[in-house]
């Protein structure tokens, strides 16, 4: 079993950044491709962005490209991803998502492994 666990979540102001991480214990390899979903109050869960095992390949939502950066450290089993100019319809609480298939199967939602998420809060 693998476990993911986020963290990094908390309360900003309109046009702050947040960081989230994402730690990855367990039987690990690094070439989970990986990602980010998020799931606000009322909405389904939607897909924010992925990132390809080698890092060399990522997709983004439409909603968050320029805005959000999603990287990796293959060595610390970590990804990442980097928030800046964060807007109030960005609230929802953020998972982190691993697969052992292709990067399609996390841009798709169906990925193998999920954590448990972190509360991201914009707000003024």
């Known amino acids: 079993q693998v476990q993911l666990v986020e963290s990094g979540g908390g309360l900003v102001q309109p046009g702050g950044s947040l960081r989230l991480s994402c730690a990855a214990s367990?039987?690990?390899?690094?070439?989970?491709?990986m990602g980010w979903f998020r799931q606000a109050p009322g909405k389904e869960r939607e897909f924010v962005a992925a990132i390809s095992w080698g890092g060399t390949s990522t997709r983004y939502a439409d909603s968050v490209k320029g805005r959000f950066t999603i990287s990796r450290d293959n060595a610390k089993n970590t990804e990442y991803l980097q928030m800046n100019s964060l807007k109030p319809e960005d609230t929802a609480v953020y998972y982190c998502?691993?697969?052992?298939?292709?990067?399609?199967?996390?841009?798709?939602?169906?990925?193998?492994?999920w954590g448990q998420g972190t509360q991201v809060t914009v707000s003024s």
């Open positions: 998502a691993a697969s052992t298939g292709s990067l399609i199967t996390v841009v798709a939602g169906t990925p193998d492994y």
């Open positions: 367990g039987r690990t390899f690094s070439s989970y491709p």
